[in-house]
């Protein structure tokens, strides 16, 4: 942000004293300090993008979140053919269970 800060005449300063004045080398070091934390911020942030499917691809294989699976026993699973009581249908599986190894 440019700071337009007028002089009076009657302080008879040349135009390089007013330059002084005005210059401090804190405010310039905290302005350089700051910014060299947000260029870090910022390369973090991207960094940080690009490396999030990997990571998340990594957590989920080794928690079994997200649709993977962990499962190293054999799984059941059983087929039901239940039908309300009102219907008169009858159904019945041709198996009843299968037993599957992932």
């Not at 942000?1 to 007028?6: D, R």
């Not at 973090?44 to 928690?63: D, E, I, K, S």
Request: proline residues 7%.
């Amino acid at each position: 942000m440019l700071l337009s800060v007028v002089v009076p005449p009657s302080l008879g300063l040349s135009p390089a004293s007013q330059e002084r004045l005005f210059y401090s080398p804190i405010i310039d070091t905290k302005s350089k300090k700051m910014l060299y934390h947000l260029t870090a911020v910022v390369f973090g942030m991207v960094g940080l993008t690009y490396a999030a499917v990997p990571l998340y691809r990594t957590f989920c294989q080794a928690t079994g979140y997200g649709g993977t699976v962990q499962h190293k026993e054999e799984i059941v699973v059983q087929f039901n053919a239940d039908v309300a009581d009102g219907m008169q249908w009858k159904f019945t599986p041709t198996q009843r269970e299968v037993r599957v190894k992932p």
